[in-house]
């Protein structure tokens, strides 16, 4: 009999163990910010990893932003027209973190409505280092933290139809910040999971579109408006100039 309470005793210390683990388990997987490793969950390896991602983009509706695109100009939105775009002579050249005015690489992508559905920016090392700072400051803890080398490198706000993903660049000797917006129907060949990976911005992004600008017939010219100015050998050493300097 003695014997008896003891296993009862022990079985319910047991069970009462594994309730704990439970509950701790399931808030670790559904509580914001959602912590990740680059290297497990790259390799499918953490389940967690996958559980916390799943929870997230489910949870997708509950999340809202008043403004994705709170660095560009207050006249850009996702959704509008290349027409309306064109016609509020949009600088692609810069951007707005935290009342400062940014220099950066810039590209504003539209779908095959010609409606705009992703804008991604590349700031340069040195340029304004505090742009991933400013970025978290803005958005709420709703996002999936990416650990990579014992730093925090890559976040994600999935939200019902668009994520917003920051990358801080450890992997080459100039550390870069890039920021994308996007809607999900721009980011066909990858899914909700892989987004953190591969959602956001990478230098070949930019320059293919450097490229296409240059090989462009009906180039528009990033500065100078006047007849005289544009084409002319002064423009084109100020416009090395200014791209040597900030690396575009």
């Known amino acids: 009999m003695r014997h008896k309470n003891i296993i009862i005793a022990l079985a319910i210390t047991l069970l009462g163990l594994f309730v704990v683990k439970a509950i701790l388990t399931h808030r670790e997987n559904t509580t914001y910010p959602l912590v990740v490793d680059y290297d497990t969950a790259y390799a499918h390896k953490d389940d967690n990893s996958l559980t916390k991602v799943n929870f997230a983009v489910k949870d997708r509706i509950n999340n809202s932003c008043d403004n994705p695109l709170f660095f560009c100009d207050p006249k ?33 992508k539209f779908d095959d409505d010609n409606r705009l559905c992703a804008v991604y920016v590349r700031i340069a090392n040195g340029i304004f280092n505090a742009a991933p700072e400013v970025v978290l400051s803005y958005l709420d803890d709703r996002r999936v933290d990416v650990l990579s080398e014992f730093e925090m490198s890559k976040h994600i706000w999935y939200y019902p139809d668009y994520y917003i993903h920051l990358d801080k660049s450890f ?12 809607n999900y129907s721009a980011n066909k060949s990858h899914n909700y999971y892989e987004l953190f990976f591969f959602g956001g911005g990478y230098d070949y992004i930019f320059d293919d579109a450097k ?6 017939s009906t180039r528009s ?14 423009q084109a050493e100020d416009l090395r100039a200014i791209d040597d300097y900030f690396g575009f």
């Open 76 to 108: 850009v939105r996702l959704g509008m027209s290349r027409e309306d775009f064109d016609a509020a002579k949009i600088d692609e050249n810069a951007i707005y973190l935290g009342n400062q005015f940014v220099p950066c690489s810039t590209i504003y």
């Open 171 to 182: 992997f080459t000797s100039e550390k870069k910040t890039y920021i994308t917006v996007c």
């Open 211 to 216: 490229k296409q600008q240059s090989n462009s």
């Open 221 to 234: 010219y990033k500065y100078g408006d006047s007849d005289v100015y544009q084409g002319s050998s002064k």
